[in-house]
């Protein structure tokens, strides 16, 4: 250290009397040892909140900054470093002068793990020890920091504290230095503690609604291997059940309890009536007012019966369903009638549809069997006045995996269908639907996303008569081509636009964010329909968007492009449409 120091802090012992001074603090150091000495030396804050001291308290702050230095260097690695500090009077200011070498970096030399409790054998167990020991985040060779040390008894932890093994915990830890070598040597002992399983849940809260349906939502089965999310997903199925406007799903992680762990749920019940109304405008369908009356508690056994009505400017429906909550199986069935009326591009439909339906949601895939009768009278300009009718048996498959954000960077949903219908069964002809849609979201640098979506679908018939239009397609719109007008592509009748047999759509979007709630669009979209896969000609639409995080949803506004129509068009939706 150098000598003048010494002579300076009893020089200021002496001037304790002297007079309040600002502070000034300069420090000599590699750039990354700067940094946070800076942020951290007790002198360095001081100064920067422009603290005036006596020299009684310039005397401590020096102290005691000399050995936060020397700590904090530990923790970086430099455990031999050279320090020396001085202070003096410029102007009428304290300055404080720092000369830090901080020498050699320690190195990890060596790492062992050692393993105790329910996991330290079998088979099973021996194969997550040996993920764990290659995930160890702190290599040979490595420069030994404290919170890369801190960090790394973190990770080994984490996938036993949420899987299986939730009381898990260090039974022994220690980082050894040798000075002479600059290295360290480190030995971390893991106890998972016992392996954790299901019990049966306890549930209170429960007045209205049969206990049934808490117990039917649950993901969990007695004697399945806890995992930390199980609970998560089982609080957000209650929630979204319809039943319930709160849900706690909790567990005791008492080691005595391991072999049939309770799990606790808690539920506040929803009134069994809601009358709701709302309003709403999009650039596909128009302005929209709807209502809906829901009763959750038909025959006091959760039976759920809706009505709902829908106007809007380009199409009206109309339609009541009884559906039951979730079986035992995890299905929920329902029966459903809809009456549709549509003004669309020039083709007019109106129809009746009849339709029984068993869904099913097990973690990301959601399927749905539907059994459908539908009959429509249909008008396309001067052209078709038409009746069709089928009876159809169809299947979808959804598959989710984009979080509960918004606006997801990262994931995909893949939506796949498959239906048709028998001319000898309550059908005007014999046909066969097939449709698929997948986007897949990537992020791009900290605040940007890449979307990319396809389409395809396809009817496979000897003839487009009868079959009513919701089996076939049309493109264009919001969610499909824009720049041009909803359902606008197709084939052209009479000035009108028809439903046809193939569709073919595709968008290529990069989104940048510049907060949680604002970001911009750059998009290109692609498409057609046609009546067969050579008649295709797909258009093309491109253009600019906002893009807005608001408390009921994501609102996005476009301005699009059409090529073949040479004119720009403004899109706008509210809510994630896949």
Known sequence: MLARRFNILVCLAALCAGPARALT??????????????????????????????????????????????????????????????????????????????????????????????WATGEEQAMLRARIERSFPLKPGMPFRQADWDLAKLVV?????VDTYPTAHLSASEARIDPATHTADLTLTLDSGPAFVYGVPVITGVQRYPEAIVRNLNPMRPGQAYRQQDLLDYQAMLEAS????????????????????????????????????GAG????????????????????????????????????????????????HGYENSLGVQLKQEDIEGQKTRSTVLAAKRNRTRGQIETTLTLQYQTEQQRIANAVNAGNQALTLNYGWTQRKVG????????????????????????????????????????????????????????????????PTDFLFRAGGDNSVRGYAYQSLGRTLNGAVE????????????????????????????GDAADSPASLSPVLGYGVGARYSSPVGPINLDLAYGEATQKFRLHFSLGLSF
């Open 242 to 277: 319809s039943y319930y406007a709160q849900a706690t799903v909790s567990v005791d992680l008492d080691p005595r309890l391991a072999s049939a762990l309770p799990v606790q749920v808690e539920v506040i019940e929803r009134p069994a009536k809601r009358f709701s109304v």
């Open 281 to 328: 405008i999009s650039t596909d369908t128009g302005a929209r007012v709807q209502a809906s009356w829901l009763h959750r508690d038909i025959l006091d056994r959760g039976m759920r019966l809706k009505f709902d009505t829908r106007i809007e400017t380009r199409r009206q429906t109309g339609s009541a369903e009884l559906a039951w909550p979730r079986n035992a």
């Open 404 to 467: 509960r954000d918004f606006y997801a960077r990262q994931g995909h949903v893949l939506s796949v269908q498959g239906g048709g219908a028998l001319e000898s069964l309550l059908s005007d002809t014999r046909f066969l639907r097939l449709y698929g849609r997948h986007v897949q979201y990537f992020p791009v640098g900290r605040n940007g996303r890449l979307v990319l979506r396809g389409e395809l679908g396809s009817v496979l018939a000897q003839r487009r008569d009868g079959i």
């Open 157 to 161: 932890l984490r996938p036993l504290l």
């Open 499 to 526: 439903s046809v047999r193939t569709l073919a759509t595709g968008t290529v979007e990069y989104n940048y964010f510049f907060d949680r709630n604002w970001g911009m669009a750059l998009f290109v979209d692609a």
């Open 25 to 118: 603090v300069e420090v000599t150091a590699p750039e990354e040892i700067k940094t946070l000495l800076m942020q951290h030396l007790e002198t360095a804050r001081a100064a920067r909140l422009g603290e005036r001291m006596d020299a009684e308290e310039m005397a401590r702050l020096q102290r005691q900054s000399e050995l936060t230095a020397r700590d904090l260097l530990a923790t970086e690695g430099y455990f031999s470093p050279q320090l020396e500090s001085a202070v003096e009077w410029v102007g009428d200011d304290w300055r404080v002068d720092y000369l830090i070498v901080p020498g050699v970096r320690t190195r990890v030399r060596s790492v062992k793990l050692g393993f105790d409790g329910a």
